[in-house]
Each structure stands twice: as structure tokens, then as C-alpha cells.
């Protein structure tokens, strides 16, 4: 007979939400742990991806703050979750949120990539448990927005990815705002690239509990690579696309991940991708998309390699065979999760293998090269049964609100006085300077520049109706409404007005500055003093 939660130690209400979810049992990692923790002990869990950690740690977690309730304090957690990616610690909190729900307690997720004035609001609303990325989590701490001296359990999980990323000089910086003596629960599949130190720095004496060897979870699936030529790989990628239940396609790069999306969908394949370039209400957007049924494919780069759980993912492909053996490993287990059966294919082209052999190799595993084209057996077997093509339906693209336009008139960014109407070419009001080149200077010296009686240029695209800027011919002038004498040539002087007519016309320039004109003062001003220019 096998092990109830409830005989673990799980409070019955507890169990009684698992049950409500369909899980009876524990998994083998959860039976393992689940005495140590409950008991408020150190523990070190190792398993791969899909082995149950999250239900392993969340279960003590939720049980031990719920046997000493207290007072929410706003920005005082007593019960830290970390996570490397906002899919992983979103995933976490859909575990932890009907667990803490049954027991009164209060969650809330922290991460980057969106505004902080939600997290920061439930932050001193009070709550009792934080899942949270690193990098977010920091910089909220720098800004006390989030104190750590008053937790009670800490939980870091998927720390061999953390190092992967980065993260751990960070992880360490908080870990070091905790209070000593309290539970650490580390959970990770690997304890290289640093992993260890943590663990040798911050749990006490712990329990180990390694359930699963590194390749174990990969050897549960059935697993292909298909070599085709470079010329086929397009196409090939369609036809496995193309069957019914979900599949999630890896890429290396954001770039063509969201290409591929694009170019599935117009073939008929509703796809939508998943990768850093996409704010985090398109990531839970196309997310909920795959979950749903309604989009068939997830095309995504590293980023879903963990962390992203949805029931029913029957294939992986490898668009863009892993850089890494850990990549393929952690990719893979995307697809066979929870005992179920998957089928994972690496696409390779000819002068890939190499490199493929040598992944496979560092994963554990011995898999069959098998040259493929369109119509093989083995590649319709990969496919089952083949979904209706869906029309593509493009993407609503948002319509700039016409009531945010600026009014007629209205200052723009370039200096400037103000005046009404807009000019046929740039759209900016009429009389308006057009930058530090000529025009600003030819305004400058016309004379008076009452701006309220300027009229509205003329159109600068109407050559034929623009008068002539020959030497002998005449201007109209832009800031007065008289007309200007003929220039000339720029050297002659003659027909130039004196300056003691300039000076007479400033009088009458700095009134209208006065009345409401432009309120800066012209770039090269005449005067008496300076003898005109």
C-alpha cells in the first residue's frame, strides 16, 4: 500500500487540497523529505525537473507558519521562495497559493520586468510568504521596501540554475540579511558552479535526499534526432508542428523564436512564443494561450527550459540543438513529466552532428542518427495524429489615440515661439523656428517679430508658389507683416536696414516678447552697441 501525505505528517486540511487537485500520493522526493522538513530541519533535496520539489517544499512551508499563526507586519515576510525566472517563481506561487489559501496565509510574487508598485503595495499591505526572483527581491530590500529580519523559513530552488545565471553572488547578499538559526531548504539538481558553498555556508548539518541520478529523468523519454538537409529544415519543423496535442519547439535566439511563431501561425499551426524580449503580460498572455488549447505550439528559447509546466506537452523539439548538455536535459523535461510518456527529437543538419554527439554523450545517452525526409515513417509516427489547419488571424495592432494629440499651437520640442495653424511639412505650428540653421537667423533679422500678428507660413513643399530667393527679387517677411526691403547679395550692404533702425524695430520686438511672444530672446540680436552683425 502506498504512502498517504497524511502519514508523512501533512495536516489534514492540507491533504485535503491535494486530494481536491487529483494528487493522492506523494512522489518519491516528497516521501523523502517531507519528515525532515516538517520537523523544521535543514534539508538538501536533489531531483531533477518534474520529480515534485515544489510540492516538497511548499507543503512544510505553508504547515510550519500555519501551527504559529501571527500578525501580519507590512514588509516583514516569515517565509522566502526563490526562484531564477518569473515563469518558475509564477509557477511556484500557483502551488504554494491554494495551500496557503486553506490556512489563512497571504502570498505574493516578486519580480522584474514589470512596475514595482504592486509588489511594493502588497509589501506593506503584509504578507506571509514571498516568492521571489533575485535581482527584483535585491533591489526592493536596498529600498526597505522588504525586510528579512524577521523570516522563518528560507527556500532556494533550482540553485544549480542560479549559478547558471549568475545569481548566486546576489542569492548570497540576501541570504546574508536572514536571521541565523532559521529552516533552509535548498533544492537543486547539481551542486556545481558554487552550489556547494551555499550549502556549506548556510544549512545547518542538513538532510540529504538525493532522489533520481542526473540522466535518469531524460532516459524515461523516447528520444530521436532527425538529420535533414539545411534546405529541408524549414519544412520538416512544420510537419512536426502540426500534430494535436502541445508541443513546446526550442530555439536558440529571441530573434527566431519569434519568427518561427509568426511563420507557424501563418501556415496554419497556431503557435506563440516565449523568450526575454516579451514584457511579462505578453509572457503570461501566450502562456495561458498554450495552456488553454488555443495556441498548439510554444516556440521559446532557454528561458521555458524551467519552470514552465503544462499538463499534456506530448513532444520537444530542438529547433536549435542546446549549447549544453544541462540545456538539453532541462529542455527535455518539459515533455514526460509526472510519469507520463513524452518525445523528445533533436533536428540536426549535416555538419551538426558532431556537435550533437558529443551532447548526447555529456546527457547519458546513446540515440540513433536517422536520416529523414518529409514523408518517413518514423517522422509521421513523431507526428500522430495531424490537427485541422487553423487561418491565420494577424495581430491587432494598436491605433495611436487621436485625443492625445497635441492641440494646434501647442509648443513642441523644438525652440520656438508659439503660433496658430501648422506647416504643410513638418506639422509644427505656423511662425515656429525651425532649428539653429538660416531660418532661425533670417527671423532674427527681419525686423520686428510681433508673433500674435504673424501669418502662417507658406507651404514649403509648393515650389512653383515660393518666391524667389534670387538676389534682386523680394521676400515676404516672416516676423513683421511689411514688407523687406531686397536683401541682395549676402556681402552687400546697401539695401540692408540701418541699425538704428534695427534698434528702433527691437523696441517693438521685445514689446511683443512682452504680450505673449516667444519668450526667448532672438539667437543673434542687433544693436547700437554691437553694430549689427
Not at 518529409?374 to 494577424?394: F, I, T
Request: a positive charge; proline letters at 6%.
Amino acid at each position: 500500500m502506498s504512502v498517504t501525505f497524511s502519514a508523512l505528517g501533512v495536516p489534514e486540511n492540507l491533504a485535503n487540497v491535494l486530494s481536491e487537485s487529483g494528487i493522492e500520493t506523494p512522489f518519491p522526493i516528497q516521501e523523502a523529505t517531507l519528515p525532515s522538513t516538517l520537523a523544521g530541519g535543514d534539508v538538501l533535496g536533489r531531483g531533477q525537473t518534474g520529480s515534485g520539489k515544489t510540492l516538497a517544499f511548499s507543503l512544510p512551508l505553508v504547515a510550519r507558519l500555519a501551527q504559529r499563526p501571527q500578525r501580519r507586519k507590512a514588509r516583514f515576510p516569515r517565509a522566502l521562495i526563490m526562484a531564477p525566472t518569473r515563469e518558475l517563481a509564477t509557477q511556484i506561487a500557483k502551488t504554494v497559493d491554494p495551500l496557503a489559501k486553506a490556512t489563512g496565509l497571504r502570498t505574493t510574487v516578486i519580480y522584474g520586468g514589470v512596475a514595482q508598485s504592486r509588489q511594493e503595495k502588497a509589501m506593506n499591505d503584509g504578507v506571509d510568504i514571498v516568492i521571489a526572483c533575485p535581482g527584483r527581491l535585491d533591489d526592493l530590500i536596498k529600498q526597505k521596501i522588504v525586510d528579512l529580519s524577521q523570516l522563518e523559513i528560507s527556500v532556494l530552488d533550482e540553485a544549480d540554475h542560479m549559478a547558471d545565471m549568475g545569481f548566486l553572488p546576489v542569492v548570497r547578499r540576501i541570504m546574508d540579511r536572514m536571521p541565523t538559526g532559521i529552516q533552509h531548504m535548498l533544492f537543486s539538481a547539481t551542486l556545481d558552479n558554487g552550489v556547494d558553498k551555499v550549502v556549506k555556508r548556510y544549512l545547518s548539518n542538513p538532510t540529504i535526499h538525493s532522489v533520481d541520478a542526473p540522466e535518469a529523468a531524460v532516459n524515461t523519454m523516447e528520444h530521436h534526432v532527425f538529420v535533414v538537409p539545411s534546405d529541408d529544415k524549414k519544412e520538416l519543423i512544420r510537419v512536426l508542428a502540426q500534430g494535436t496535442a502541445r508541443r513546446i519547439m526550442f530555439m536558440r535566439t529571441k530573434h527566431h523564436a519569434k519568427k518561427m511563431a509568426v511563420t507557424l501561425s501563418k501556415a496554419g499551426v497556431p503557435a506563440v512564443d516565449l523568450h526575454g524580449n516579451l514584457s511579462q503580460n505578453a509572457r503570461d498572455r501566450n502562456l495561458a494561450a498554450f495552456a488553454s488549447g488555443e495556441a498548439k505550439v510554444l516556440v521559446a528559447t532557454d528561458v521555458a527550459a524551467r519552470g514552465v509546466h503544462v499538463d499534456g506537452v506530448e513532444l520537444v523539439v530542438h529547433i536549435d540543438p542546446p549549447a549544453e548538455h544541462k540545456a538539453y536535459t532541462h529542455r527535455s523535461g518539459r515533455t514526460a513529466r509526472a510519469g507520463s510518456d513524452g518525445t523528445v527529437v533533436t533536428i540536426c543538419t549535416p555538419d551538426q552532428q558532431g556537435d550533437v554527439v558529443s551532447l548526447l554523450k555529456q546527457a547519458g545517452l546513446k540515440v540513433p542518427f536517422e536520416k529523414v525526409s518529409l514523408d518517413s515513417p518514423v517522422v509521421a509516427k513523431v507526428v500522430g495524429e495531424v490537427a485541422e489547419h487553423v487561418p491565420y488571424v494577424a495581430p491587432v495592432q494598436q491605433k495611436r489615440n487621436p485625443a492625445k494629440k497635441k492641440p494646434a499651437g501647442e509648443t513642441s520640442n523644438a525652440r520656438g515661439g508659439r503660433g496658430g495653424g501648422r506647416n504643410a511639412r513638418g506639422g509644427k505650428p505656423a511662425g515656429e523656428a525651425q532649428g539653429r540653421g538660416g531660418d532661425r537667423r533670417r527671423s532674427d533679422r527681419s525686423g520686428a517679430s510681433n508673433q500674435s500678428e504673424r501669418p502662417a507660413r507658406e507651404s514649403r513643399g509648393a515650389n512653383a508658389e515660393r518666391p524667389s530667393r534670387g538676389a534682386n527679387s523680394e521676400r515676404p517677411s516672416r516676423g513683421a507683416n511689411t514688407e523687406r526691403p531686397s536683401r541682395g547679395a549676402r556681402g552687400a550692404n546697401a539695401d540692408r536696414p540701418t541699425n538704428s533702425s534695427r534698434s528702433a524695430r527691437s523696441g517693438g520686438r521685445n514689446a511683443a516678447g512682452a504680450a505673449g511672444g516667444r519668450s526667448r530672446g532672438p539667437r543673434r540680436a542687433s544693436s547700437p552697441a554691437t553694430g549689427g552683425r
